[in-house]
């Protein structure tokens, strides 16, 4: 394999989490209390993508290949978890 299939793999493996972090960033104001978040769209979207990364790798490593449901679920319910404690609704 080459690095440039490599590369591609990769990208292929983190997207799930970085589309889900940038549909959090982007509807975090519809759904999150009213106001200024404490934490800026860009920092917010690194979280929300490394919580995701760190996800998908658990379900990597638990169930030895990727693309399983039940680690997309546990990505979507990760991510709202965290979009949660980001906006504040833990207070």
């Known amino acids: 394999?080459?690095?440039?299939?490599?590369?591609?793999?990769?990208?292929?493996?983190?997207?799930?989490?970085?589309?889900?972090?940038?549909?959090?960033?982007?509807?975090?104001?519809?759904?999150?209390?009213?106001?200024?978040?404490?934490?800026?769209?860009?920092r917010r979207f690194a979280i929300l993508f490394a919580v995701g990364v760190v996800v998908l790798a658990a379900g990597l490593l638990l169930w030895g290949r990727d693309g399983k449901m039940l680690t997309y679920a546990a990505l979507v319910v990760g991510g709202a978890t965290?979009?949660?404690?980001?906006?504040?609704g833990w207070r």
């Open 1 to 42: 394999m080459d690095p440039l299939d490599i590369l591609n793999h990769l990208l292929n493996f983190v997207a799930p989490a970085a589309a889900l972090a940038l549909l959090l960033v982007l509807t975090g104001g519809w759904i999150g209390p009213k106001g200024r978040p404490a934490l800026s769209a860009g």
């Open 82 to 88: 965290t979009q949660w404690i980001l906006l504040g």
